[in-house]
């Protein structure tokens, strides 16, 4: 049986069939049903238990162009353990709703989001937003007539994002 194989040829197998070389996008494209729940997990408790801080902790999970709700679902879906195994997270470039001198404001979405991270990835150690999204931000603030609202928002993003203790690397 399975279970009779010494731990290190158990731990190779999780390897071959848990881990990814691109990030993991938990929701199909059409309808955005939750699709990636590896069956090997589902095995037995034994082997969720030996094989989930594989899965989550290795490999990236990509957050981007999702609603606060659907991560708050993914992560009750995959409860807290397993949750603070998540080490490797894609997140769009945090949105905001104003960007005026004094008055620099994130939208409530990016807020939720980040918090959802920052409550429930107690173990993350690195976010990485997407090109898209922060090419995309960097455009929008090149285009602002005043060059201090860029250096305020990125001092609110990089607050957010150090928010979360356990970081060790942003790429932005």
């Not at 107690?122 to 937003?129: D, E, G, V």
Request: proline share 5%; aromatic share 10%; with cysteine.
């Amino acid at each position: 049986s399975f279970l009779t194989l010494p731990s290190e040829l158990r731990n190779g197998i999780y390897e071959l069939i848990l881990l990814h070389h691109e990030p993991i996008v938990p929701w199909a494209e059409y309808g955005r049903q939750q699709k990636f729940a590896p069956g090997l997990l589902r095995a037995n408790k034994f082997i969720h238990g030996e094989a989930s801080p594989l899965f989550y902790g290795q490999n990236r999970f990509s957050f981007i162009r999702t609603t606060p709700e659907e991560i708050a679902s993914f992560l009750d879906q995959i409860g807290s353990r397993n949750a603070g195994y998540i080490r490797h997270i894609l997140i769009d470039f945090p949105e905001f709703l104003y960007l005026d001198p004094g008055d620099i404001t994130l939208e409530e979405d990016s807020v939720d989001i980040l918090a959802n991270i920052w409550n429930r990835c107690t173990n993350l150690s690195t976010l990485t937003t997407s090109l898209y999204s922060t090419s995309a931000m960097e455009s929008r603030l090149d285009n602002l007539e005043h060059n201090t609202v860029s250096n305020e928002v990125l001092k609110l993003v990089d607050n957010h994002f150090r928010a979360i203790s356990s970081l060790q690397e942003i790429v932005v």
